[in-house]
C-alpha cells in the first residue's frame, strides 16, 4: 500500500505522468465561502480539494491537435481507414498497377472537406467561449468588489451580479437586493421556458447584501458533487460563529442560481460559487450524444460488406487465371519475355515469372488495387452533405410554423432525417401534445356536490346529481330483495332554494382555501399597471402587502405564472369566484376572500413529484391553527383519507373523467402544535442528509400527507389541439401504429383517445387494469390473449387499454406475452405511467421480431426518456418548457405538424438517401467491371484500362454533382399527392428500396452498362483500330477514354430517368458536370505528354481530339447508350404505366389542365360589379383564389405536367 501511494505521489508531482493519474473524486464536496478556509473538526484533509476554474470550453480542438485529432476521429470510421489501407498499399507495392494518386487524391479529399467544415464548426465555438470567458463580473476581495474575467472566478468566490447579468456559473444565492432575499430569473437557455421563477436564499444570510458583511462571513456549503439534474441539488450551509453554535440549514434547487440562466427584475444579487467550468450542471447537459443510427445507414454497411466479398472473389478468380496460364508459350525459348510489352506480367524482383506463394500474393494485391474502386470513396462525404443541407429544409417549411410561439420546426440532428420515413409505431404522450396544455377551470366536487362554472359562477349541476343518485338508486334495487324497501331509502332530488343555498356557503369552504393556498404560483404585474404589455422587461414582481394597501383586492392585473398549468387554472378560478391570492412576503401568504385578506404563514412546501402524484402545504391560519393542505391524483390522495365523502369524490372523479376533463382531489387536515413541530423536525432531519435526502424525505412526506379529510375535486379542460383527429387517421391509414402513453387517469385517457380518433367505433376495446397481484395479472393476461384470438378471427380490430400499475407486474417476467398481444392491437393506450414506464414500453417494442421502427412525440420533461429511447425522438415546443424539444431529434410546434414531418419530409428523405446511396454503388459497378473485363485480353495482367486521371477523379467529380442535387431537390410524388394518400407512405417502410431485390435491380443494370460500353467499344476496335484523320492506330488511352465518355455519360442518363422532379438547379448542375469535367480532360490531353503524366504505362496526350474528331465514334456512342439504356426505359415506362399513383396524378393533373379558367389569370377580365376572387365562367360566377396565387399555381402545374 505505501508503495502504491508512493507511486501515485510521485505521479502527480511528475508533470508527464500527472494527467495519467486521476485523483479519486470524494462522494461530497465542501466549499468555503469566500473561499476561507475554516477548521471543520480537525479535517484537514478537506482543505487539500481542488476544482475545475471556469473557462467554458465547447470546442473540440486547439491549433495544436487540430491536425492529429481531427484525422485519428476520421479514420475511426471504417471507410476512412479502409481507403487509407488500399492507398498504402499503393505507396508499398512495387510497380503498382495505377498510381497511388488514384486513392490518396481522393482520400485526401474527403478528409480535407470533412476537416474544413469541422474546423468551421469549432472556430465559430472558439468564439462563442471567447465571449463567455471574457465576460467581467464583480467578486468580493478583501472586503471589496473586484472586477475579474468569467474565467478566473473560482469556487468558493463570492460573485455579484445585476439585473439582466447571465450568471457565470453555479452559485448559492446568499442575499439579494430584495429584503426577503428573493430574486426573479429566466431559465430560457436552460429548459426553455419563458416565465420567470423565483428564487430565494436561506433566511440566516439574506441581510447580508454588503461586500463588508459577505467578506467576514464564516461558513462553508457540504454539497453532492455535480449532477446533470437541473431540478435536484442536495446541500447544506453550516455558518460558523465564535458566539453562537454552528447554524445547519438545507439547501434544496430553489436556492441554486444555474449557469446560462439571467437574473430579471432584481437589481444584484450576491452568491457563492459551488460548480464552476465544465462541472457546472448546463455544461454537464450539453456533452449527451446521440447513439442512434438509421436503417439506411446499417443497410450502408450491409452493402458495404457484400461489396468486398464481390470484390476479393474477383481479386482470387483474377488470380487464379493469371497463373494457371503463366506458362512456357508467353516465354521465349531463352526464358526471356515474349510479352515484354505488357506491364506486369512479371513481379520486380522476380523477372524469370515464377510461380511462388509469394508472387501470387502481390498478385493478387495488383488485382485488388485495380478492383478497389467499386467502392465509392466520396460516398460518405455527399451523404454528409446531403443529409445536412436537407435537414436545411425541415426549417424552411412554412407549414410548419407555429405563428403562437413564432418557432419554426428544428431538425437537431441530420442523421436520422431518412428514419422519418420508416415509422412503424408511433408513441405519443397526451398532454400539450394531443391536447393545447390550456387549461381552464370547469366543474368541481365540493362536499359530496357538483357544481359546474357558468359565466364566472360556481352554479349546482343538478341534472346530473339527479341522474346520478337514480343510478345510485337503480343499483340499490338490484341489490335488495325488498324493493319497497329500497324506494323507501331513495332521497329526493335537492330542490332549487337548498342548492342556491348550498352555493352561498361554499365561499366559506376549505376547498378554495385548499385551492388559493397549495400551489407554488408566482405572480408578476406590468410596472405601468397595465395587463396588456407582457414583456419579461417591464414585469415587476409582486409585494402583496402594497398591493392589499392599495386595495388592488380583485388582482385583476395580476399575471399568475406557473410550472403546471393546472395550479394556474385553478388559481384564476378563485380570482374569477372573487378569492385572490395576492403572493408571498416573509413568508405570510395573503388571500383574499370577497374583500376580506387573511393572512398565512408557509412553513413547508412538499412539492409535486411523479412518484407521489400529489403536493401538500404545511400552514398557519391567523387563528394560530396549523394545516396541511393537499392536492393531487385520486389514486394517491383518496388512500391517504380517513374521513369525508370519499365514495361520493370517487364517482364525480369518475363522471368528470368521463367527459374527457383533467381531475385533482383536494384534501387537508389540521394538526396540533405537538404534531407540527414533530413533522417539521422530521423533514429538516430529512433535507439535511447530504446522502439519502430523496429517501427521507418521500418518507417525511407519507408521515405528513395521512390521515387527511377528503373536501371535493375539481375538474379542468383541456382542448384537443387542431387537427388532431386528422392526423391520427391518417398516419393509421399510412400504417403507422400510434400507442398513446399518458400519465392521466384512465376514464379520461380513453375520453381523450375516442374525441382524438385514437379510437373508433369499430375497435373491440379491451382493458388490462387494476390487477391486484402479479399472479392475477398473470392469469388476466392469459384470458387477454385469448380474448385478442377470437376477435381476430372474427376479423375485428382491437384496442387495449393498460394501466401502469398493472403493467408494472407483468413488465419483466411476462413481457413476451404482453408484447405479442400489444402489437396485435391496432390502438394501445397506456394510462398512469410513469416517465420510466414509458420508455420501457417503447424499449419493449423496439425489440420486438421484425425490429419495428419506433418514433415518441412528447412536450414535457416526463418525455425525455421515451424520446430518447425510441429510434426518432421529436419534441412539441409546449408550455412545460423545452426539455423534451432538446432532447429530441426534431421539434415543432403543433402535433398537426407531425403530418408533414412523416409523409412528406420523410418520404422524401428516405426516397433521396436510397436512390443516392444505390447510385454510387451502381455506377461504380458500371465504371470500374471493365477492368475485370480487360483482364482476358491483356493475359490477365493487372493493369488498369483507365488512366489515373480517370480513376482519380471518376467519384469526386464525373458523377457527384447531379446525384448531389438529386439528394436535395428530388420530388418523385408532389406533396399534396404524398398528403392526400398516406398509404404511399406504407410503400417505402421497412427500408424497402433497399431490400434486395432493388438492390439486384441497380447492380444488373450497372454490369449491363459495363459490358455494352467495354464490349461494345472493343467489337468496334477489333474491326476498325484506326481512328482520326491522321491513320494512327489507337492505344489503350484511346480504348479507355471511349469507355469513360459512354459509361458517364449512361450513368448521367440513368440518373435522369429516375428523377420525376425538376429545377433549374438541377439542370446547371447536369451542365457544369459535362462541360467542366471534359475541359479538364481536354486540358489534360493536350498539354500531358507522356513525360509527366502522371500514369505509369502511358500517355493522353492528343486523347481526346483523336476521338471527337471521329465520326464513327459519335456513331457507335450514339448506338451503344441506346442500347445501354434500354432496359432502364422500359422498367421507367412500365412503372409509370402500372403505378396507380402515378397514373391518378396524371390523370388529376390533366383534368385541372383542362378545368381552370383563362379569365383566372386575367387580372382586368373580371367586371368591375363582381366581387374580389370571383372569375365568370358562363352565366355563374365561380369563386377562385387571387390572380397571383393562381398564376404560380399554373406555372408549377404546367412544369409538372411537363414532368408526368
Sequence with gaps: ??????????????????????????????????????????????????????????????????????????????ANFYFLVVAVLMFVVPNTPVSPVTSALPLAFVLVVTALKQAYEDYLRHKEDKVVNLREYEVIKDGRLT??????????????????????????????????????????NLDGETNLKTFICVPETRSLDTPGQLDNIQGYIDCQQPITDLYKFVGNIILLDSSTAPVTKALLAQNILLRGAKLKNTSYIYGCAIYTGPDTKLALNSVIKSGKRSCVEKKLNTYLLFFLGYMFIQCALSTILRHLNLGQDWKNPDGTRSQWYIPFL???????????????????????????????????????????????????????????????AKANTSDLNEELGQVDYLFCDKTGTLTENEMQFRQCSIDGRLYIEEGGMFVPNERVQMEMAAAKTARELQRTTSIGSAASNTQPAVSSAAAHDNVDGISTSPFFEVLSLCHTVQIELPSNGTAADSDHDNIEQVDPVERTNMDEVDGVHYKYNASSPDEKALVEACRMFGIVY?????????????????????????????????MS?????????????????ESAVLKRCVSGPVDITIEHVDYFASLGLRTLVIASKTIDVQEFHRLRDLIETAKQNLTNRDEALVEAFEQVEQGLNVIGATAVEDKLQVGVKETIEKLRMAGIKVWVLTGDKEETAVNISHSAGHFDGSMSLLGFTMQASAEDAHTNLLNLKKSVDGLELENKQVALVVDGASLAMIIEEHCNIFREICLRCAAVLCCRMTPIQKSKVVKLVKQSKG?????????????????????????????????????????????????????????????????????????????????????????????????????????????????FLNGLFEKHVPEDVLLENPKLYSKIRKNHLMNVAFFSQWNLLGLWHSIVSSFGIFLMYVHHSEFGRNGLQTDIAVYGTAILFICTTVVQIKLMLVTYYWTWITLIGYAITLICN?????????????????????????????????????????????????????????NDMTDPVYLSIAKSRAEATHSVSPCCVQEVSTPKHVSEGACWNGLQPTRVRPNDELEVELEMLHSDTINT
Design 1 to 78: 500500500m505505501k508503495i502504491q501511494e508512493a507511486f501515485l505521489g510521485c505521479a502527480r508531482r511528475t508533470p508527464l505522468l500527472k494527467r495519467c493519474v486521476s485523483p479519486v473524486r470524494p462522494d461530497k464536496r465542501i466549499v468555503y465561502l469566500g473561499g476561507r478556509y475554516v477548521d471543520i473538526d480537525g479535517e484537514e484533509a478537506t482543505v487539500g480539494q481542488k476544482y475545475c476554474d471556469n473557462t467554458v470550453t465547447t470546442s473540440k480542438y486547439t491549433a495544436w491537435n487540430f491536425i492529429f485529432k481531427n484525422l485519428y476521429e476520421q479514420f475511426l470510421r471504417i
Design 147 to 188: 472586477t475579474i474575467k468569467s474565467h478566473n472566478i473560482q469556487v468558493g468566490d463570492i460573485v455579484k451580479v445585476n439585473d439582466n447579468e447571465q450568471f457565470p456559473c453555479d452559485l448559492v444565492l446568499l442575499s439579494s437586493s430584495d429584503d426577503q432575499g428573493q430574486c426573479t430569473i429566466q431559465t430560457a
Design 346 to 408: 512479371f513481379d520486380y524482383g522476380n523477372p524469370q515469372g515464377d510461380d511462388t506463394s509469394l508472387q501470387q500474393f502481390i498478385d493478387f494485391l495488383y488485382f485488388y488495387i485495380i478492383y478497389n474502386y467499386v467502392i465509392p470513396i466520396s460516398l460518405y462525404v455527399t451523404i454528409e452533405l446531403q443529409k445536412f443541407m436537407g435537414s436545411l429544409f425541415f426549417g424552411f417549411d412554412v407549414e410548419m410554423y407555429d405563428v403562437t410561439i413564432n418557432e419554426c
Design 582 to 614: 395576492h403572493g408571498s412576503k416573509d413568508n405570510q401568504l395573503r388571500v383574499t376572500f370577497h374583500g376580506k385578506t387573511r393572512a398565512y404563514k408557509l412553513h413547508e412546501v412538499l412539492e409535486f413529484d411523479s412518484d407521489r402524484k400529489c
Design 617 to 633: 402545504v404545511i400552514i398557519e391560519n391567523d387563528e394560530g391553527e396549523y394545516q396541511v393542505l393537499c392536492k393531487g391524483a
Design 851 to 963: 425490429n419495428p421502427t419506433t418514433a415518441a412525440i412528447g412536450d414535457g420533461a416526463n418525455d425525455v426518456s421515451m424520446i430518447q429511447e425510441a429510434h426518432v425522438g421529436i419534441g412539441i415546443m409546449g408550455k412545460e418548457g423545452r426539455q423534451a424539444a432538446r432532447s429530441s431529434d426534431y421539434a415543432f410546434g403543433k402535433f398537426r405538424f407531425l403530418l408533414k414531418a412523416l409523409l412528406v419530409h420523410g418520404h422524401y428523405y428516405y426516397i433521396r438517401l436510397a436512390v443516392l446511396v444505390q447510385y454510387f454503388f451502381y455506377k461504380n459497378v458500371a465504371f470500374i467491371t471493365a477492368n475485370f473485363y480487360f483482364i482476358f485480353f491483356s493475359a490477365y495482367s493487372a493493369m488498369s484500362i483507365y488512366d489515373t486521371l480517370f480513376l482519380t477523379f471518376y467519384n469526386v467529380t464525373f458523377t457527384s454533382l447531379p446525384i
Design 1078 to 1134: 471534359w475541359a479538364m480532360v481536354a486540358i489534360y490531353s493536350r498539354w500531358a505528354p507522356g513525360f509527366v503524366t502522371l500514369t505509369a504505362s502511358t500517355s493522353m496526350s492528343g486523347v481526346l481530339g483523336v476521338l471527337f474528331s471521329s465520326g464513327e465514334f459519335w456513331l457507335v456512342v450514339l448506338l451503344l447508350i441506346i442500347m445501354a439504356v434500354l432496359p432502364d426505359l422500359v422498367i421507367r415506362a412500365y
